[in-house]
């Protein structure tokens, strides 16, 4: 009897693969692309825990908002931070795919990329956050390994391939061959640890104290892991320490280098280490065919060339790769059958209703 209705309920519903992202959520359709790329915030109403907005018009309120209203990213570092949160954020994306379907409470089968180091009970908290949702069927997939199939890399062959994804919270560096990972290091710097050296660093040069939203638009703008032919500068807009007054600087792409030379060199130390673990066999393959560059901090200038000099290998940004992760997860919700094996380990036999 439940068989028969979860059958007719895959009729009806439209299966989704989720990048659930420290900075960003992106959600994929079967057969439709990618639908949703929202922020991961939820504003919430302090006193009563009514939720006001969430994605793109909750990240509007961030750093605006009067005291009785909270902005927050329930995804702290790659994993769920606040699980209540995460939830209605979750339901809410789910809702909106659905909302213009023919049967709206129809329940879809779910797959979400999660980090590679994550724990059992954080991989229980994605799962059951789905489940509460409205999914009728959660699988997880490892970040790493999606972003992997996302960029192309022939994953399930003999074949060794390297990705290093670098999102909001986490920096995923695995190598994969024969439908799993071989190697994988995972550190919880990526672009959030970014914006804040950039911060850091006007604060404690210029003693200028500037928001989130325009240490990340520097660090789009002029910032760089390697030196450019031609170096930039940008404005800086903030509330100086000394005096308490508004002011702006302009500061140089050399200058926010400099700021972003500390994650920039944990990125390259946890590509060294992986590096180092990989068994010779998979080196040879890897020196042929080079190491992808996903996510969004793949898009960070200069990054590819950086890491290339470091490991004296070809590195490369793979196409798109702000969706490589969902696009990845997309593609194994379409051959679930025959890429069952690439799942999260604990998780491969899904979770039935």
Excluded: W
């Excluded at 990048?19 to 991961?40: F, W, Y």
């Excluded at 409470?105 to 990329?113: C, D, E, M, Q, T």
């Excluded at 308490?244 to 972003?260: D, K, Q, T, W, Y």
Aim: with cysteine; hydrophobic share 45%; charged share 25%.
């Amino acid at each position: 009897m439940f068989s028969l209705l979860n059958f007719f309920l895959g009729l009806f519903s439209r299966d989704i693969a989720i990048d659930l992202g420290t900075a960003n959520t992106l959600v994929m359709v079967r057969g439709q692309g990618v639908v949703i790329n929202e922020p991961s915030v939820v504003a919430i109403e302090s006193r009563t825990k009514r939720v006001l907005a969430i994605g793109s018009e909750a990240k509007q309120m961030v750093g605006r908002t009067p005291a009785s209203i909270v902005a927050i990213r329930p995804l702290r570092d790659g994993v769920i931070s606040d699980f209540d949160v995460t939830e209605r954020m979750l339901h809410y994306f789910i809702r909106k795919v659905h909302e213009k379907g023919f049967l709206p409470i129809a329940r879809p089968r779910v797959i979400v990329g999660i980090p590679g180091g994550v724990t059992e009970v954080e991989k229980r908290a994605v799962r059951d956050a789905c489940i509460s949702a409205g999914a009728r069927e959660a699988h997880l997939i490892e970040q790493p390994m999606a972003a992997a199939i996302g960029a192309g890399l022939p994953v399930t062959e003999s074949l060794g391939s390297m990705i290093i994804d670098i999102g909001g919270g986490t920096t995923e560096v695995a190598v994969t061959a024969l439908g799993g990972i071989v190697v994988n290091h995972s550190i919880r710097v990526a672009g959030d640890e970014m914006d804040e050296e950039i911060v850091n660093y006007a604060r404690q040069k210029y003693n200028l104290l500037i928001g989130e939203r325009m240490a990340e638009r520097t660090k789009l703008e002029i910032g760089s892991a390697y030196p450019l032919e031609e170096e930039k500068t940008m404005t800086l807009r903030g509330r100086n320490l000394i005096t308490g007054l508004p002011e702006a600087i302009n500061v140089s792409s050399v200058e926010i280098r400099e700021a972003l030379a500390g994650p920039v060199g944990m990125i390259v130390e946890a590509t060294r280490s992986t590096l180092d673990e990989t068994p010779p066999e998979l080196i040879a393959d890897l020196m042929e065919h080079g190491i992808a560059l996903a996510g969004g901090g793949a898009l960070l200038l200069g990054l590819a060339q950086r890491l290339s000099e470091e490991t004296k290998m070809h590195v490369y940004v793979a196409d798109d790769p702000l969706t490589s992760v969902v696009k990845g997860a997309g593609m194994v919700l379409e051959e679930l059958d025959t890429l069952r094996k690439v799942l999260a380990p604990t998780q491969r036999a899904g979770i039935p209703s």
